[in-house]
């Protein structure tokens, strides 16, 4: 809604994961290191885990394209399945019919599939996000995969993705544990990448004006994000708004404050009260939907002014 007013191409903060916005900081340049060693190295497993938002998924989808054209893919969005469903479910991503669905069946079904995947020179490799989810006997469908071996030895590249938690899950299973090979902890942006990643994501948008993300306002996203890429954009996009609803060309730190609860971060003074608390008062609206509701009955009072004229 703000593009045309600061002179904008394209959303510079969406949410959703974007290769084509993939800031390379040093520690996702790593990450990018450890999951592409993994796609020409059979064998054992590479484990990313990063908080909530910290750019897991555009890495996924950076190796997903990136390996379209040299590997077989598989990928696991969701860990939620039960009993067979997981080896059902990498069946039909290859289109590979079985007749029955055993685990038995399954299995011998798609390792037969990875062998032929080989011999035409097409490994294959699992990627599975939102690990952190896997049950232990899911742990060891995904270990007994690794196990499959063909002529040449292992036949299945393997990366799991997770939230911290997923090392817990892992560090409980020993057999699991002895073949992870490698491990990466995406953390949030240092202060210094924080503000490269504003300014990326600005020149990406097509944004050619004056600089819009000052030193104080850069502390202060810093402070309230943790670097955590997802939260950044949150607010970026939320004093984008802000300063569009007022019709003004500068970002303000005041706006900070005010627009937190709206964007679902915590700060000391907005954290969530105790369940025995109760608070009184009139229900408090969104501040980011009343600026705007101002700013478009402002816009359609100029639009009814001009027609009068006219």
């Not at 045309?4 to 800031?23: N, Q, R, S, V």
């Not at 060891?140 to 993705?161: F, N, Q, S, V």
């Not at 892992?170 to 490269?196: A, C, M, N, P, W």
């Not at 004093?239 to 706006?255: E, G, N, T, V, W």
């Amino acid at each position: 809604m703000y593009f045309d007013f600061f002179g904008m191409k394209h959303a510079p903060f969406e949410l959703t994961p974007d290769i084509d916005c993939l800031f390379l900081s040093k520690q996702h340049t790593k990450a990018m290191v450890y999951m592409d060693y993994a796609t020409w190295n059979a064998g054992g497993f590479v484990v990313i885990t990063g908080e909530i938002g910290s750019g897991k998924t555009t890495l996924v989808k950076w190796l997903l394209s990136k390996s379209k054209n040299k590997n077989q893919c598989f990928h696991v969005e969701f860990t939620n399945l039960t009993g067979n469903d997981f080896f059902i479910y990498l069946l039909k991503q290859v289109g590979v019919s079985y007749k029955e669905q055993d685990k038995i069946s399954l299995v011998y079904a798609l390792h037969e599939y990875l062998k032929k995947s080989s011999r035409n020179g097409r490994p294959c490799l699992l990627v599975i996000d939102e690990a952190q989810n896997l049950t232990a006997d899911q742990l060891e469908d995904i270990r007994m995969l690794a196990a499959l071996e063909g002529t040449d030895g292992p036949l299945l590249r393997i990366i799991l993705l997770g939230q911290p938690e997923l090392i817990n899950t892992i560090q409980s299973t020993e057999q699991f544990k002895q073949r992870v090979k490698l491990h990466y902890h995406l953390k949030g942006l240092s202060i210094e990448d924080l503000e490269k990643y504003i300014e990326f994501r600005m020149e990406k948008s097509g944004y050619e004006g004056e600089k819009l993300f000052n030193g104080p306002l850069i502390s202060e996203i810093f402070r309230h994000s943790n670097g955590i890429p997802r939260l950044i954009n949150k607010i970026c996009d939320g004093l984008l708004i802000c300063a569009y609803a007022d019709d003004r060309y500068i970002l303000d730190p005041k706006d900070l404050e005010s627009i937190l609860v709206d964007l679902m971060i915590a700060t000391e003074s907005n954290k969530p009260q105790p369940q025995n608390v109760v608070k009184t008062g009139a229900i408090r609206y969104g501040v980011l939907l009343e600026r705007l509701a101002v700013a478009i009955e402002n816009l359609n009072e100029n639009i009814a002014l001009i027609a009068g004229k006219k």
